[in-house]
């Protein structure tokens, strides 16, 4: 569903994006997050901002589906990556 990670051009992170066109509202993952653990740092209609703690990695979920990792540690991103693309894949309206 989502295409390979790629590097920020300039901003040292990682981006994911959906192959297909989706919607979602990142606002629904912040229960779900909060209760595993992680830090939820901003919500609104336009970003869900959540701070993994024990990686020390921010990373923003948009209603388009796009992921960025916050991060230039591309082991912290394949991690991170699986356990996000998995939940929003299980919460998807296509």
């Known amino acids: 569903m989502y295409d390979v990670v790629e590097p920020c051009s300039d901003s040292g992170a990682y981006r994911a994006e959906p192959e297909d066109e989706i919607k979602l509202d990142p606002?629904?993952?912040?229960?779900?997050?909060?209760?595993?653990g992680y830090e939820i740092e901003f919500s609104s209609d336009v970003i869900l901002l959540v701070k993994d703690v024990d990686l020390d990695v921010e990373i923003g979920i948009y209603p388009s589906g796009k992921?960025?990792?916050?991060?230039t540690d591309k082991k912290k991103v394949d991690e991170l990556f699986d356990r996000f693309t998995s939940m929003i894949e299980d919460d998807v309206e296509v």
């Open 27 to 36: 606002q629904v993952f912040e229960k779900p997050l909060k209760d595993k």
């Open 67 to 71: 992921l960025l990792f916050k991060t």
